[in-house]
């Protein structure tokens, strides 16, 4: 009615309507969503996330922020639905561990929720591998080309291999999740923008490829975005956090 009405006279509509539909928890809440536009199922992952947060307060003993972890595990969520591949950056102890760890918590409970996977088709529990990808040479990391006597060139597989490997395991039961943790290099930039830059499909460095069908992303948490070229930030999602102290000490990766 928003176009038709005066606005000296929407107090008084929004008045009679919660006299006789009186919804959510008080006047004000029902004047904020009848006003504001709403989405229903972006709603309700909100509560589910911010259950999930106070609960993880609970269970881990730690005072940490609840109402700003919730908006920025809300955000990955939402980055997820857009984006293939999601850039954490952050100082330590921001949170960006803990963040991916929440987000996991929610979705296990968003499945179960017979409207929530009704409207977002595909979703599913997380299995997520982790790679430290500055831990040890980047051949033992991401594999190498190297010359056989019989064979000629042929491809060695790294520890990257390994772990697309063995996610595919859980393709249908799991939205499945490759985690690099580090510094991002130049070669690593340029590595991540061959892997997620191309529309629907994750390219590999051994030539091969895989489809992008929503079931896999790659997320990448980092205190360093110094090497991020404007290609690769046009092909993610970039989330920014902050320094987050707690009451009971810092917050760390579980």
């Not at 051994?206 to 360093?224: A, N, R």
């Amino acid at each position: 009615f928003r176009g038709i009405i005066d606005d000296s006279q929407m107090n008084l509509l929004i008045d009679i309507l919660y006299s006789h539909f009186p919804i959510f928890d008080s006047h004000e809440q029902f004047k904020f969503y009848i006003t504001n536009p709403f989405n229903f199922f972006i709603d309700k992952i909100s509560q589910v996330i911010k259950r999930v947060v106070q609960q993880a307060q609970i269970d881990m003993d730690i005072d940490f922020p609840v109402e700003y972890l919730a908006d920025k595990t809300m955000t990955l969520f939402l980055l997820m639905m857009k984006f293939p591949c999601i850039i954490i950056s952050g100082p330590p102890n921001s949170g960006k561990t803990i963040l991916v760890e929440l987000l996991s918590r929610a979705l296990s409970e968003i499945v179960t929720d017979t409207d929530l996977i009704n409207h977002y088709k595909g979703i599913m529990p997380m299995k997520m591998y982790t790679i430290y990808q500055n831990s040890n040479s980047w051949e033992e990391i991401f594999g190498t080309v190297e010359k056989h006597k019989e064979y000629g060139q042929v491809w060695t597989y790294g520890f990257f291999q390994t772990v697309l490997t063995n996610l595919n395991f859980f393709r249908s039961t799991h939205h499945r999740v490759l985690r690099f943790d580090g510094k991002i290099t130049q070669k690593f930039s340029q590595f991540l923008y061959q892997f997620v830059s191309e529309p629907h499909l994750f390219r590999i460095n051994s030539l091969g490829s895989f489809i992008d069908d929503s079931s896999f992303h790659c997320l990448v948490e980092t205190d360093d975005i110094s090497h991020l070229t404007p290609d690769l930030l046009s092909a993610c999602g970039l989330l920014s956090l902050s320094n987050v102290q707690t009451t009971n000490g810092l917050v760390k990766a579980l």
